[in-house]
């Protein structure tokens, strides 16, 4: 992958070893960021990866030996604040099958399924997106293929609502305000 610096100078390529499907960036204190990769490999595990980025370092990409495993590929991943613990490191939530949320030292610390669907099991979930502003990172939004649009409370672990589009959906927004937007396959958003 490749990347810009702050004065828009390129940083890299850095080599990764593998194909990566989804990413996300968290600026950090400084002129530091954490990137997480998420894998594309058929026929292998899939994992999410943490990297360091240092802006003014010699080696400004480094990998930092945590690869969080998925048995599918990740389809989205996104930082989250860590409400619980203040002036901590973030959190990661991560899709797939299921969601995943992890500390940036590789503890998974909650599995979260969508079960409002019509197999009743897990379910390919394929985006998921965090309410943005302050105070507001216990709530995140996710979708999946059978059409079904959820409303989560990180903090407590719980789905607070579930919507079924009747359509297969491919990715989702949530606004600060908290307005939810969703988009399908039948080319309506």
């Keep these: 992958f490749q990347m810009s610096g702050g004065q828009g100078q390129p940083l890299g390529p850095h080599a990764l070893g593998y194909v990566a499907h989804c990413m996300a960036l968290q ?5 530091k960021a954490l990137l997480a990769c998420g894998s594309f490999q058929p026929e292998a595990p899939n994992f999410v990866e943490l990297l360091s980025i240092d802006f003014e370092a010699a080696q400004p990409v480094e990998a930092m030996g945590q690869r969080l495993p998925h048995y ?6 996104r930082w989250l604040a860590d409400r619980s613990n203040p002036g901590t490191p973030d959190l990661l939530a991560s ?3 299921y969601i995943r949320i992890w500390s940036t030292t590789g503890e998974l610390r909650q599995l979260l399924r969508h079960e409002n669907n019509p197999q009743r099991f897990c379910t390919p979930i394929t985006s998921l997106d965090a309410r943005g502003g302050a ?6 939004v996710t979708c999946d293929v059978y059409g079904v649009c959820a409303l989560w409370d990180i903090e407590h672990g719980v ?3 579930a919507l079924d589009l009747g359509q297969p959906l491919c990715d989702v927004a ?3 305000e908290g307005i939810v937007a969703a988009v399908g396959d039948q080319q309506e958003c």
């Design 27 to 31: 600026r950090t204190t400084g002129p």
């Design 72 to 77: 599918f590929p990740p389809t989205k991943v």
């Design 95 to 97: 899709s797939g099958d």
């Design 135 to 140: 105070g507001s990172s216990a709530d995140m």
């Design 159 to 161: 789905q607070k609502q």
């Design 174 to 176: 949530f606004s600060p």
